[in-house]
């Protein structure tokens, strides 16, 4: 088939490079958003799959929206059968959604109709699921309620981030799109209604989401800095600035400190939650690199009576 591929961030990328490397289909553009400002000079940097794209010599398109006129009649004149789509980063109008045949086909990064928004991942990890993976599904106006092509399940490890979960995912997930792309050429692959029990929806994590509240149990606390970590980043707050948790760990086996008292041993940092203690691991205050907790609390001196998120 012809398809264009749409997609934005790095972890698109290892769904365009199984679909280039198929052999069966070709690429004929990429969509992607348009070049943003980076970096501290804020200069314009394009897409990780919009430079993936030009090293491979494909055509580029990034329309600022995609309901703009110019982008319409190019994607008709290429006539795509099918166009793929992970983590576009943009609605997609009807007028778009009809051109090709096989219309919009997205890989999402849950076992839909489970977590079905923005940040399917980051919420799994968040609630604590045990079972997460990708579907491949016909791309409706509803939010990821389209019919479902097919699915891949992935564990969610007990250390797992929301990035080393999304990494898994999104090679996981390439190689389900493109035996999906196969599955609708050779006509073997049908799509699927979506159930109407089991709908949860993960809008986008917010910083207000990512700030940590101490009188919630250890377990929410750990899911909370894996899942927001590395974006947007769970923090707290010690005298009076934020304090970015990089990494955290349990200590079930104490159960001395209130909710956000801090015990300084002389390698270690734990604090209190309404359960039982973490540990600091790693840390980032502001305006700084991140480091170990331990450093960072040697460095601050933290007086007795003092308490992070007061």
């Known amino acids: 088939m012809k398809l264009v591929f749409a997609g934005t961030p790095e972890v698109a990328v290892p769904a365009l490079d199984a679909l280039l490397a198929s052999g069966r289909h070709e690429v004929a553009a990429v969509v992607t958003r348009p070049d943003a400002p980076a970096g501290r000079g804020r200069r314009l940097v394009a897409s990780p799959v919009?430079?993936?794209?030009?090293?491979?010599?494909?055509?580029?398109?990034?329309?600022?929206?995609?309901?703009?006129?110019?982008f319409l009649d190019r994607l008709r004149e290429i006539g795509p059968d099918c166009c793929p789509v992970v983590a576009y980063?943009?609605?997609?109008?009807?007028?778009?959604?009809?051109?090709?045949?096989?219309g919009w086909v997205n890989l999402h990064f849950s076992l839909l109709p489970a977590w079905r928004g923005a940040a399917p991942v980051q919420h799994a990890i968040m609630a604590g699921d045990e079972i997460t993976g990708a579907s491949t599904f016909l791309i409706e106006e509803g939010l990821d309620s389209?019919?479902?092509?097919?699915?891949?399940?992935?564990?969610?490890?007990?250390?797992?981030?929301?990035g080393d979960l999304l990494t898994r995912l999104a090679f996981a997930g390439a190689g389900l799109l493109a035996a999906t792309m196969d599955g609708i050429e050779d006509g073997t692959l049908k799509a699927v209604p979506q159930p109407a029990d089991g709908v949860t929806v993960a809008?986008?994590?917010?910083?207000?989401?990512?700030?940590?509240?101490?009188s919630a149990p250890a377990l929410r606390v750990d899911r909370v800095v894996r899942g927001c970590t590395p974006a947007p980043g769970a923090w707290t707050t010690f005298r009076g600035e934020r304090l970015k948790l990089v990494q955290v760990a349990l200590v079930p086996d104490r159960t001395d400190l209130a909710p956000g008292q801090?015990?300084?041993?002389?390698?270690?940092?734990?604090?209190?939650?309404?359960?039982?203690?973490?540990?600091?691991?790693?840390?980032?205050?502001q305006g700084k690199k991140p480091m170990r907790a331990a450093d960072w609390a040697r460095g601050v001196r933290i007086a007795e009576g003092e308490t992070l998120g007061a």
């Open 146 to 162: 389209g019919p479902v092509y097919g699915t891949v399940t992935e564990t969610v490890r007990p250390t797992d981030t929301s």
């Open 203 to 214: 809008p986008k994590i917010t910083v207000e989401d990512a700030r940590v509240d101490w």
């Open 50 to 70: 919009a430079e993936r794209a030009e090293e491979a010599g494909i055509e580029v398109l990034k329309p600022v929206k995609p309901r703009d006129p110019e």
């Open 262 to 285: 801090p015990a300084v041993g002389k390698h270690s940092v734990h604090v209190g939650t309404g359960s039982y203690a973490v540990e600091l691991l790693w840390v980032q205050a």
């Open 89 to 102: 980063g943009a609605l997609l109008p009807r007028v778009a959604l009809d051109i090709p045949a096989h």
